[in-house]
């Protein structure tokens, strides 16, 4: 959902779900060890989605050095790779840049279809690139689409707002790619999305879930509004890998 970064600080009482769904603590490992795993691509320990695809990339163990190694053999010597929920990178990578995520979990969302909305795919996604690039809710790359069931809005025949499906740990659906073109923001439109693709999703018998930078406190909110609870912080990280064995 595409909001004006709010970076005031979460308020103390914001309610934190217990960490009981361990698979969520490493969502995208369990992505591509599950449900993900005909687009993982894999060096020992560690993983990631095809560069066309998605840029996230996971380790079995973010305290094992192993698995580090393993990931800078997949990527690649002095290649620059997202990292999510480690404190800090190994030494001789390089930390690029760091930030502060969120994780909510859908516990009274009311989950309802939207008759207006329509199932994007492949021959959408230059339109559907052209709104990220607009509204910028995070990455979205030519493969994306494949992830799952992406919804979008149309007014007058151009795309105007879209929600869909990225990572599917065991028994979740994570909802992403929520965004609304600026001139048509404040009529609901992300937010019956949001409805809708969870409806398809709570259908197959998963639980919603997404993700949300922590300085945006505003969309957090709104969020939590409709139904979804706070469940975990965590860090991200934009590094490069060690630039030894690199011609």
């Known amino acids: 959902m595409t909001l004006a970064a709010d970076t005031r600080p979460l308020p103390p009482s914001t309610p934190v779900a217990s960490p009981s769904e361990h698979v969520l603590d490493n969502p995208v490992w369990a992505a591509l060890t599950g449900p993900h795993r005909r687009f993982a691509e894999t060096t020992g320990r560690a ?6 695809v998605s840029p996230f990339t996971a380790l079995a163990d973010p305290a094992d050095p192993t698995a580090w190694d393993d990931l800078a053999a ?3 010597p002095g290649a620059v790779t997202p990292v999510s929920g480690v404190p ?6 390089e930390i690029l840049e760091a930030g502060q995520g969120v994780q909510l979990v859908d516990t009274a969302l009311r989950a309802e279809p939207a008759p207006e909305a329509i199932r ?10 052209e709104l990220i690039a607009l509204t910028k809710p995070g990455p979205f790359l ?11 809005i149309r007014h007058r025949g151009r795309l105007i707002a879209m929600a869909g499906e990225r ?19 404040g009529r609901g439109l992300a937010t019956r999305l949001v409805r809708a693709v969870a409806a398809g999703i709570r259908e197959r018998g998963d639980t919603p879930f997404l993700h949300a ?5 505003g969309a957090i909110r ?11 912080r965590s860090t991200f990280h934009l590094v490069r890998t060690p630039a030894h064995g690199a011609e």
């Open 47 to 52: 993983a990631r989605y095809p560069t066309d």
């Open 74 to 76: 997949l990527v690649g």
């Open 88 to 93: 800090a990178p190994p030494d001789g990578w």
């Open 120 to 129: 994007l795919g492949t021959d959408d996604v230059p339109e559907i690139l």
């Open 142 to 152: 030519p493969r994306t689409v494949e992830l799952g069931a992406y919804l979008g």
């Open 167 to 185: 990572l599917r740990p065991p028994g979740w659906t994570e909802i992403s790619a929520v965004c609304t073109d600026p001139a048509h923001q």
């Open 213 to 217: 930078s922590a300085a945006n406190t």
């Open 222 to 232: 709104l969020y939590e509004s409709i139904g979804f609870t706070l469940r975990r």
